[in-house]
């Protein structure tokens, strides 16, 4: 799935250029050391090259105060040659970082965290979708998974992940971005274990985007449940995006 969706990104690009256009160009900023941020920045520029699209990358220590942040990406929202922006999160604890991802103009904002992305998404709009959940999403449309009617537990309510997985399954189907018109419950980590236990038997469908992989551990999971994992492994550096199909037993 993932070399089909490979492939034809790179014929869009291909087709892009054809009409003329500049070849896209992603301007990824980088703060710190944080090893997983580096291993996610690396792939990002590795997947970009793959499909033809043109990368930078500004490194920046992690005493970097907001203000030079902010003028950072003020710059690469009026260069004409940027297509679109990515600030890799986390950043330091010194800077805000909901400020920072609405410093990125709505239409260069690849990653769908500017509150105008995510206002999109929430009424039903075409917006830039957060990486994550659009992956989620992507992988339950061409794998045919059924999800008119279904009850859905998502784990997981972050902003980032959680919250927009849960509004492209839960909203509806005809609206101008269609959603999966499912029966969506958010659990998180202050949801009684009972209760979670209680509602995951009752899924058809269950998307843990909870952090950790030990999350899992209170799941009550039925066979012919579907289970998409949208969490981080104990391998730090790693992150893990799967799906299996309905045949699980007990867990």
Request: hydrophobic share 40%; charged share 20%; proline share 6%.
């Amino acid at each position: 799935m993932a070399k089909q969706i490979q492939k034809e990104v790179q014929q869009g690009v291909e087709a892009w250029l054809t009409l003329g256009n500049e070849r896209p160009h992603l301007s990824i900023v980088l703060v710190g050391d944080n090893p997983a941020s580096h291993t996610y920045v690396r792939n990002k520029i590795r997947a970009a090259s793959a499909v033809g699209i043109c990368s930078e990358l500004i490194l920046k220590p992690k005493e970097v105060s907001q203000e030079e942040l902010l003028d950072i990406t003020d710059q690469l929202n009026m260069d004409p040659k940027v297509s679109g922006i990515l600030v890799q999160l986390p950043l330091p604890d010194h800077v805000d970082e909901r400020t920072v991802c609405n410093g990125i103009a709505p239409g260069k904002d690849v990653d769908g965290f500017h509150v105008v992305n995510m206002g999109r998404l929430c009424l039903d709009q075409h917006s830039f979708i957060p990486a994550t959940a659009s992956a989620v999403w992507e992988i339950i449309k061409r794998t045919g998974i059924e999800t008119f009617g279904k009850n859905v537990v998502v784990a997981g309510r972050s902003k980032n992940v959680g919250l927009p997985i849960a509004m492209l399954l839960h909203t509806d189907g005809d609206h101008e971005r269609p959603g999966g018109d499912a029966t969506v419950t958010i659990a998180h980590r202050y949801t009684p274990r009972e209760r979670l236990k209680t509602q995951t038997r009752l899924a058809d469908i269950i998307v843990v985007a909870a952090g950790a992989c030990g999350n899992e551990t209170s799941l009550h999971i039925i066979r012919g449940c579907v289970q998409m994992s949208a969490s981080s492994p104990a391998l730090p550096s790693a992150c893990v995006l799967d799906y299996s199909h309905p045949s699980s037993s007990v867990l």
